[in-house]
């Protein structure tokens, strides 16, 4: 019922703005909050871009219940791939290390650093954008636990149950390493994050670390949220990684779904019907993949999305400065690379990669700003609107 309620709001907010207009070809971008999912009288489509003259099929790796991955979600339903000629094929991951695993299955998907770092250093792919920087990524306790209290005397030899290898480990240890602690005065426990969830309700473990709508859930069931990576000013980047075979032989339909992807975010923060809109398909696609999810807790999760602007992504994947650790010196890194590291130096400091891990993808740019630069080249010539 929630599903078809969802699916009734989103069809009828689009017929009702519809309704008011359609759009105009100077208009484009700008006015994709009309609701309008077709061609308009003189053939443009929503968002003014040129439609593929063949049938094409993009493969997407759609981490479900992420935040980052539902502006591919609201483009497919709202008709916008359809009108440039593209079929859609998901295929769903609650994991970003099993999304790269599986990459021979999908063209582009999104995914955060960790599980980027596996696809990197593992299969060769390459991160072309910045997705959500998540803030919403945190770390729970029982509203009778005196962990909430933060001292290190009473977090030791408690146990915490989060996937380890991840930027939900990242954020528990930056809350270790605030009160003097690693992470041997703690016992571990690797289980994904719905299934640590379910095992704190059941009594196991002292804490979590879990992100998106799980961590809205824990909240919810009335876990005290100790803190998270916003909190503890970590930065979680989130990448729009690529395959190198879609890159060389699909070239044209990654741009596309590049484009579309931010063109669609800025539909969703056009107006707050527009955003309540994108809510309604958040709630409607956690449903569709069976994570626990409410109208209130898509709300939620969406008023934490912080997926940039296209003009945001652009600068991240283009301004250059020096390397924030000082290790590497053959030449200035690009902002999304030094936010990856983020993630990566963690990891090394916790002996899961090395330096020489670090320098393969800073020596062969698997960070590649081609595709930013080329979409913003086509856009610019098309007269597409963004911000």
């Known amino acids: 019922m929630k599903k078809l309620v969802?699916?009734?709001?989103?069809?009828?907010?689009?017929?009702?703005l519809a309704a008011c207009g359609g759009n105009s070809p100077a208009s484009t971008a700008s006015t994709a909050g009309s609701g309008s999912t077709t061609a308009t009288e003189a053939g443009e489509t929503t968002y003014g871009l040129t439609p593929f003259a063949e049938r094409q099929t993009l493969r997407?790796?759609?981490?479900?219940?992420?935040?980052?991955a539902i502006p591919f979600y609201i483009a497919e339903q709202k008709g916008i791939f359809d009108e440039l000629n593209i079929d859609i094929e998901y295929e769903p991951y609650t994991n970003g290390p099993a999304?790269?695993?599986?990459?021979?299955?999908?063209?582009?998907?999104?995914?955060g650093a960790a599980g980027d770092l596996v696809?990197?250093?593992?299969?060769?792919?390459?991160?072309?954008?910045?997705?959500?920087?998540?803030?919403?990524?945190?770390?729970?306790?029982?509203?009778?636990?005196?962990?909430?209290?933060?001292?290190?005397?009473?977090?030791k030899g408690t146990t915490w149950l989060y996937p380890s290898g991840t930027n939900a480990q990242m954020v528990l240890g930056g809350e270790l390493?605030?009160?003097?602690?690693?992470?041997?005065?703690?016992?571990?426990?690797?289980m994904d994050i719905a299934s640590a969830l379910t095992a704190f309700k059941g009594g196991q473990g002292d804490g979590i670390a879990v992100w998106n709508a799980i961590a809205t859930s824990a909240e919810d069931a009335g876990f005290v949220r100790v803190d998270d990576a916003g909190s503890l000013g970590i930065t979680v980047f989130n990448g729009f990684m690529a395959t190198p075979?879609?890159?060389?032989?699909?070239?044209?339909?990654?741009?596309?779904?590049?484009?579309?992807?931010?063109?669609?975010?800025?539909?969703?923060?056009?107006?707050?019907?527009n955003m309540a809109e994108a809510v309604a398909y958040y709630l409607?696609?956690?449903?569709?993949?069976?994570?626990?999810?409410?109208?209130?807790?898509?709300?939620?999760?969406?008023?934490?999305?912080?997926?940039?602007?296209?003009?945001?992504?652009?600068?991240?994947?283009?301004?250059?400065?020096p390397d924030d650790q000082g290790l590497y010196t053959s030449r200035d890194l690009l902002q999304?690379?030094?936010?990856?590291?983020?993630?990566?130096?963690?990891?090394?400091?916790?002996?899961?990669?090395?330096?020489?891990?670090?320098?393969?993808?800073?020596?062969?740019?698997?960070?590649?700003?081609?595709?930013?630069?080329?979409?913003?080249?086509?856009?610019d010539a098309l007269g597409v609107q963004y911000n």
């Not at 997407?60 to 980052?68: L, M, P, R, T």
């Not at 741009?255 to 800025?266: D, F, H, N, R, S």
């Open 177 to 190: 390493d605030k009160m003097g602690l690693t992470f041997d005065d703690i016992e571990s426990v690797n």
């Open 60 to 68: 997407v790796g759609y981490f479900a219940g992420s935040a980052h």
């Open 119 to 155: 696809g990197m250093l593992g299969y060769d792919l390459i991160c072309i954008g910045s997705t959500d920087y998540e803030t919403n990524m945190g770390l729970f306790v029982r509203a009778d636990s005196p962990l909430a209290d933060k001292k290190a005397e009473d977090w």
């Open 284 to 321: 409607e696609s956690c449903e569709n993949e069976g994570i626990a999810c409410d109208e209130h807790i898509a709300e939620v999760v969406m008023s934490y999305c912080a997926i940039p602007t296209l003009s945001e992504a652009v600068s991240i994947m283009t301004e250059t400065s």
């Open 245 to 273: 075979e879609a890159l060389a032989e699909r070239r044209d339909l990654v741009k596309t779904a590049w484009e579309v992807y931010y063109l669609t975010w800025q539909w969703c923060n056009e107006s707050d019907e």
């Open 336 to 379: 999304a690379e030094k936010d990856l590291l983020v993630t990566m130096d963690f990891l090394i400091s916790i002996g899961k990669y090395t330096s020489d891990d670090r320098n393969t993808i800073l020596d062969n740019q698997m960070v590649d700003n081609s595709i930013a630069t080329e979409c913003l080249a086509d856009l």
């Open 99 to 111: 999304m790269m695993e599986a990459s021979s299955s999908w063209d582009v998907a999104t995914a």
């Open 6 to 16: 969802a699916t009734i709001l989103a069809l009828s907010m689009a017929l009702s």
